[in-house]
T-cell receptor, first 109, second 113 residues
């Protein structure tokens, strides 16, 4: 069964303390890996799509990278406004996205 | 201003009652989706539709029903058969194929009285 596993479940950082979130997946023939940001009580907001190993995408303090087995979301010098839950997802067979449980990020000023 | 709207923001259900959650999009997307999110859990797929008048069950379709009579609209009914309906419900849409980017609405929180 295709699976998406995110780690850690929760991460607490000081403002300016860089770190990485992990998303590992087991699917046959990756057709894209998606990262979303979700604020409490709101719908997920699309961040990135990665399609092939070695691909990287950046947006402000966030950079997503992809290997054949996992993706990392690197957060450089985070600010309190980066606090959110970050979700990753992959398509599985003929069905839509399978989501991981997310990493809950807290950035403390 | 294109996007996805969900209403209401909060919904209360009494025992034995069916309730319907609204989802509308003006993105001209072909595909629409319904997910359920419980605390500490990822999103779980309830139903999805890739074209008008057609839809498929997701992983947790029992106790739910949908219709897709118009491209812009994909309402979800939570029936009395759903014994644990309290959750955050999210609607999404994408251009067409299942591997394309999904864009989400703001969500509806359903509570049982």
């Amino acid at each position: 069964e295709d699976q998406v596993t995110q780690s850690p479940e929760a991460l607490r950082l000081q403002e300016g303390e860089s770190s990485s979130l992990n998303c590992s997946y087991t699917v046959s023939g990756l057709r894209g890996l998606f990262w979303y940001r979700q604020d409490p009580g709101k719908g997920p907001e699309f961040l990135f799509t990665l399609y092939s190993a070695g691909e990287e995408k950046e947006k402000e303090r966030l950079k997503a990278t992809l290997t054949k087995k996992e993706s990392f979301l690197h957060i450089t010098a985070p600010k309190p406004e980066d606090s959110a839950t970050y979700l990753c997802a992959v398509p599985s067979g003929n069905t839509p996205l399978v989501f991981g449980k997310g990493t809950r990020l807290s950035v403390i000023a | 201003d294109g996007g996805i709207t969900q209403s209401p923001k909060y919904l209360f259900r009494k025992e034995g009652q069916n309730v319907t959650l609204s989802c509308e999009q003006n993105l001209n997307h072909d595909a629409m989706y319904w997910y359920r999110q419980d605390p500490g859990q990822g999103l779980r797929l309830i139903y999805y539709s890739q074209i008008v008048n057609d839809f498929q069950k997701g992983d947790i379709a029992e106790g739910y029903s949908v219709s897709r009579e118009k491209k812009e609209s994909f309402p979800l009914t939570v029936t009395s058969a759903q014994k644990n309906p309290t959750a955050f419900y999210l609607c999404a849409s994408s251009q067409g194929r299942v591997e394309e980017t999904q864009y989400f609405g703001p969500g509806t929180r359903l509570l049982v009285l």
